[in-house]
Structure formats: C-alpha cells, structure tokens
C-alpha cells in the first residue's frame, strides 16, 4: 500500500480547485520532530511499499527535512508533490541529502497564459525552470494534471510538452469539487459524456505513446474505456496500464495521513472528514486492520450486490460522498 501524507495545509498559491483549501497564513501548530518520528515508527508497521509527501505546499514546511529524514527510512520510494513554483538550486541540493526518488510537479496546462490563470501569474516559467533543474540533478519527474474545463482540450498539448522537456511520466487525475473545488465547481465541471470523450483522448495517446510516455490516469471511470479498447483491439488490459493499481485507491491501494496523523482511505476524503484512525495513537496496521470502512470498500470492490464495474472501477468514492454524502452511491460522473 502507498502512503499519501499531506503534511501542510500552508501554500504560496491559491488555484481555484485545490481540494485541500490550502491557506496562505498558518492557523494550526505544526507536529514536532518527535510526532513525525512516531507517525513514521507508526506508518511502518504496514511496510509501504511507497510514499508521497504532499500538501499544501509541502516544500515549504519548516521541518520538511525531517520528514524526509524518516519516511526516507521506511520507502525507497519517496516522492514529493510539489507546485514547483518554489524549488532553487540550493533547495535542491539540499534535498538531494535525503532518498527522495522524485517529484510531482502540477502543470494545468502547456499554454502558459492557461496554467497561469488556474495556478497563479508567473507559475508557468518557475515550472518550467524548477523542471530543468531537478532534471539535472536527476529527479524522476511526473507531470501531474487536474482535468478541468480549461484544459481537457489540450490533452495532445501535454504530450508534446512532455517530449519538448524530456519527461517521461504523466498523471491524469479528474478534478473533484472538494475544498476550494467545491465552491469553484460550476468553473471547472463539466459533464458525464464529455468526461467519457476525454478518457477516449488519453487512450488514443497511450497508444500513440506508449514506447515514450508512462501514462496514469487518475478516474476509476478510466478502466471502463480501456477495457473497452482492449476488447475491441484484441489486447489484455494490463499491457496498457501503466501501474499494478488500477481503479479507485481508496484503503486498497493506498491511504491518507493528514497534518496531524489523521487517516483515511484516500487523501481526498480527509478534506471531507472521513477518518478512521489516528496514527500518532496507533500503528497503522491495526487502524486498516480494525477499520469497518476499508472491509466495507474492499468487499465492494469484489462486486458483491452492484454495478458489474466494480471490479474494475469502483467509483470515486470521494467525488460520490462529496456530492451525496453516501460513500457507496453511485460515482457522479459515470455514464455506464
Ligand atoms: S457505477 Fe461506479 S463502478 Fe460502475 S461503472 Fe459507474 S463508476 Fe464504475
Ligand atoms: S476515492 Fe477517488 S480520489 Fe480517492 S482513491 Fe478513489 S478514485 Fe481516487
């Protein structure tokens, strides 16, 4: 299982759909380097097979280096999630002292006057800037996307993106109207049919792309039109996907740990208040172990009583209970 630890709420920007409604002003205490420690000595008792540091902007965080100090003891696979917008050379060499494998840079779009609207004046050039750096110092990078009605036309856009600047991994995720998203949905929604046309888009590029281009896409509903493609082309599904995990995460492939060690089953769902555990209280094998909500979602996913999808899919349940209030409703943006 992956660990997704937002470690701050605190950031430099203010995009319009960030389900964390990061602040720019902290108003919470942080958790001292003795709490990190403990949540780490707690987190390893599952033995991630991967951590992400996300947040906010977690490159800001006052201790970042102890957190990288210990999860870097726990994984091999440590990545950052960052806007970019504040990495130097120095900060750079800096993290280069810790195992960090490598970063996740959001872009919204290639066209700069378009990410600059979403993600703030001026954040295109730090990106582009921040990436030839950490290229240097030999980061793996992945380009990180929230589809959004500003960007869904410029899919094949990432794509030469990505080839001009030498990167070879992207993630599609599907916007959510969670935190700020949720207050500014009616911005960047857009509908079942569309959404379903834009998957299409990113299948077509897989193909396209597949010998220079990693692809994940972040939507449970992403697995329906693949395994489409792949009946209809004669191909087993697995050869087109880009990781083991597939469909919705949540408390099967991964978790999420909040600032002050709060856990849910996806990241997402912290924002909505969905705990089930605390893990500065408790290791986080009893908390998955003991949790009624992970055997629940993990029964679901076996396709007991629903959707013959679930399997495969599973709905965003974070995208659901944001807008029912009923994790196991059915996902707003399906079409099946
Ligand atoms: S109901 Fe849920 S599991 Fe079934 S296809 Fe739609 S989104 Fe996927
Ligand atoms: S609940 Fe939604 S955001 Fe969370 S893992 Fe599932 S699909 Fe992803």
Redesign the pocket.
Known sequence: MTISWIIDHFCNLRCGHCYVDSVTKQTTNRISDNEIRQICKNISTISPEGIIISGGEPLLHPNLFSYLRETGRITEKLWICSNATVITRELIRRIKDFAVAGFSISLESPKDFINDQIRGQGSTRKIITAISLLRESGFDLIIDVTLMKDNIDHIELFFDFLTKYGIEKITF??F?PIGRGARNKMKFSYNQSRHKEVLEKIVDCVIRYRDKVKVSV???LYEIVLSDYCSKNGLEISSLRSSQSY????GT??V?IGPNGDVS?????LNLGVVIGNVLQQGLKEIIDNSKMIKKIQRRRSGINGCKNLGLC????????SCTQNLFAKDPMCWV
């Open positions: 995720t599907r959510r972040h939507d449970p469909g919705c995460k949540a492939f991964w999420g089953p996806c990241p997402l769902l599973g709905c965003c349940l974070a995208h659901t209970y």
